[in-house]
């Protein structure tokens, strides 16, 4: 097994000095050794992720690659094993399919408006959570019952909060003299609807991961900041952020990802897969489940599927081209 | 540091947005279906819990569900964390060929849309006869990329180097290295995946409806047999509710001492 | 170590799981009956009864309550052959699709001769039947429909509180149903609107109509049926002269709005008695009251179908067959308020003398009697369910969001034409 970080490993030492007389001996115990080390670093990485790969060879790879074929045909979920050939019909109709852009752009603010505001918050709750607190099990427990609340239970409190005749959130606006919001017929404000459910489930589960690796973060780094006289504020920007990039890469490309995926909170919010009378705000995760599970159209389903996963990958090369970039020129500056 | 009392205010405004929805969960589960579609709802409990839970554990078969789910979850957090820490370590901190590609295609797993696995997978699964077998829903779920990523991602930062070329120094086999450097180091973030991964599985539902039925049911599957008659009764449904999630904050809180143990002790070794 | 470990679990489970008992030596047969939430059976009893009677069957039932998720269940396995169940039901919005290019999935009930088909409903028979004779289902109940209204509230507007003047008032008429509202309007309590929603009234004058969506020749015709367009413009009217709560059906707030007394009349097949029970609750409990609706027309109900791909045919079709038979579907009746689909058991004096407690005494038997003997026999297609709920949403727009009726209208059709075009 040979580690990653060349320049940080020590020089392998080859052990201590052996008697003259055995020299031989040893050597060939040494040679013996080198081969097994050497077999054991060539194919251990190997073998780690290996369970991984004959997993997702049995149970994703099948899928995945079914589904890009069967983007190509006429599929009916009626007959999944009857594929009439089309071509890349299903994707080029996606062009003039105003639906899909409509599903394309939700997804986007939807994204934005609940991606950013989840993360910074999470961020500052995992802060919080990592002081020395009485009851720091009962918050952790309590942050994460979001994700563990079932769909039926989610959907009924938010019917009733946002609800446009009896939702808590209108009674409220009222109090203050404001008219009732027709929450879920608005295009913007369903969207900012829809994002807080997401904001609501997710903070907690972001906190959480923040934590764990925040805990892993060397104290005495706090202890010489602070011996600096640096407040907590700038131990938490100066440390604790530069300490969790690998950590806040995962949770903004994870989040990406599901925020591109979208799927349970805008069908939980009024039930339907239409996202809206207007699909004002069906995303686009949930208009491929539309065309695949209500209209029947599983070829039309796996095209959107597969134009949801080519945007991925186009998003994670933008954002490599930018990490490189912004790399660069804060080397350029150093040198 | 020790949090002052900003810190306990902020943290009790986003424990209570939290719990709101548990507690009413409870509060709905505790009123007719009637009373739940009134104005004003009701805001304290009721007198129909009771009730409601005990047409919900016999409406569902939910004795068997939380058997299955148990064992169902349980299975899928051991080897989803086991297979996902080595990974991840083996991405974070070895090198060999092809290293960047195969991890380009773990992301690249996780953006794949799971809705549309489905149908494949329902034809894979009745081929080989599994239909309302709990391997249908266990073996698809053993490994997660998301769990291998937020492996790699932690072990990045927290595994120091110098602690495995240590370990080499002194002659330990790769599987050694493992079990006495990764796993020590790697244990808050593997409690942090176990428990979200747990969560998960638990709440699993749009496959498992598709591959098993009432006859041997997930909780999840259990609760879709609570409508009864054309009227869904609220207060039945969120009686289900409550008992499916009951088992995982039971779990929380017998295991979160476990758990932040686990977060503790990772914090020393750093 | 670990690993071990892991493989021995999975192998275990695999063993333990591989066992599952039906069949055997000793003549016992185990039944599967897969539901959607709508049926009742198990509440009424009907499957013990018949276990009673047949002692070497046992029945076990699989429910799934939302028909979006079942149905989903349902396609997915019937195109697999694999995991069904002996009995699978099936709503009237998926019929077509199973006696259409499905048909060869399910058992053809005309090979058995021990199945007496003459006393359903004929149109419910042909509903069920192939285009090449083959019957795929048995009819279980039906939504005869009729207006259900709050006394209280039409009184104090002024209007008749009496089912039989109200139905005069608008027999054979929807515009005057509509007009009646109109007329409501004007002395309505604060607050209160007419009727649910526009999606309500939509659906209650489509329905009442032979050729909806689909002509006879099974082409599509909704852009241009004499049904849509009179459901459409009377839904656009409605909205126009502001007579809805602007609600969606079935949403937790149209539930609240019928808790509240917001609205005075609803399209109610005799399913929404047992809605507008539950969801109004006590404090409602008899200013209800049901009227024959202008049209008579169905909305809702369901048949039961036997796998090809079960192991049981014989003993499945027997049960099927009973479940629908007359006695069966009266008692569903008289305890779950499922309308029966057999002519036989819409005769007998249990269904014909039905009244409801909590509409006072309401004859629901005879009201929902009359509305389904005259109910016309409906083309249905495959995709009804869908080109109706975007008509509904349709009107949502105009309600909700401003809409003008022309644009609304075109988004509806552009919406259907994207969700049929495969």
Known sequence: MTTDNVPAAPPVSTGGAAPPGDAAKEQRRANRRSRRYQRDTKWSPYGFIAPFFVFFAA??????????????????????????????QNFTRLWEDEFFWNALGNTFTIGVISTVPQLLMALGIAHLLNYK???????????????????????????MLYGRDYGLINWALGLVGIDPVSWEAGSWSSQFAVSTIVIWRWTGYNALIYLAAMQAVPHDLYESAALDGASRWKQFIHVTIPSLRPTIIFTVVVSTIGATQLFGEPLLFAGSPAGGSQSQYQTLGLYMYQMGWFNFHLGRAAAIAWTMFMLLILIGLVYWAITRWVNRDTAGKEA | ????????????????????????????????SGRLAQTPPPLWFGDRLFDNLGSAWTDANLGLALLNTTFVAGTITFSTVLFA????????KLRFRAKNLLFLLVIGTMMVPPQLTVVPLFMAVSEVGWTDHLQAVILP????????????????????????????????HSLRVVWHVVFPVARPAMAVLGMLTFVAAWNEFFWPIIALTQRNPTVQVALTNLGRGYVPDQGVIMAGALLGTLPLLIAFVLFGKQIVGGIMHGAIKG | MAIGLAATLATGLLGACSSSGDGGDDGQVT????????????????????????????????????????????????????????????????????????????????????????????????QSTSADGRLIGLGTDIGPTAICYRKDLLEEAGLPTDRDEL???????????????????????????????????????????????????????????????????????TEESGLSTRQKQFTPEWERAMANGDFATISCPAWMLGYIQEKAGDAAEGLWDAAPAPVPSNWGGAFVGVPEAGKNHEEAVKLAAWLTAPEQQAKLFTERGSFPSSLEAQSTPEVQDATHPYFEGMPMGEIFSGAAAEIPPTIIGPRDQLIQEAFADGLLQIAQQG????????????????ALDE
């Open chain 1, 59 to 88: 149970f994703g790879l099948f899928p995945l690659l079914y589904t890009g074929w069967s983007a190509l045909h006429r599929v009916s979920l009626h007959n999944p094993n009857e594929l009439e050939w089309v071509g890349f």
């Open chain 1, 133 to 159: 607190l009485r009851g720091s099990m009962m918050f952790r427990v309590a942050m994460l019952t979001p994700y563990a609340t079932s769909i039926a239970a989610a959907t009924l409190v938010f019917a």
């Open chain 2, 1 to 32: 540091m020790h949090g002052g009392w900003l810190t306990y205010t902020i943290l009790a405004i986003f424990t209570v947005g939290s719990l709101i929805p548990l507690v009413w969960q409870i509060i709905a589960a505790s009123h007719s």
């Open chain 2, 85 to 92: 820490t080595l990974a991840g370590f083996s991405f974070a």
């Open chain 2, 141 to 172: 779920m053993m490994v997660s990329a998301f769990g291998v990523f937020f492996m790699r991602q932690y072990l990045s930062q927290a595994l120091p180097t110098e602690l495995i070329e240590a370990a080499r120094v002194d002659g330990a």
């Open chain 3, 31 to 126: 039944l599967t009956v897969g539901v959607f939430g709508q049926f009742g059976y198990e509440e009424a009893g009907l499957y013990q009864e018949y276990m009673d009677a047949n002692p070497h069957i046992k029945i076990q039932q699989d429910s799934i309550t939302e028909n979006k998720d079942y149905i989903a269940q349902l396609l997915t396995r019937l195109s697999q052959g694999s995991g069904l169940a002996d009995i699978q039901a099936i709503e009237v919005a998926n019929i077509a699709d199973m006696a259409g290019d499905l048909n060869t999935r399910w058992v053809d009930f005309n090979e058995y001769e021990d199945v007496d088909t003459s006393h359903f409903a004929p149109w419910k028979l042909v």
């Open chain 3, 167 to 237: 139905g005069a008032l608008w027999a054979g008429d929807w515009t005057a149903y509509i007009e009646a509202g109109e007329q409501f309007q004007e002395n309505a309590p604060d607050g209160v609107s007419w009727v649910d929603s526009p999606g309500g009234v939509y659906n209650g004058v489509v329905s009442s109509y032979e050729e909806r969506y689909y002509d006879g020749s099974g082409e599509l015709v909704y852009e241009t049926s004499e049904a849509v367009q009179a459901a459409w413009e009377l839904g656009v009217r």
């Open chain 3, 403 to 418: 809409e003008s009726p022309d644009s609304a209208w075109s988004n509806t059709l552009s919406r259907i034409q994207n």
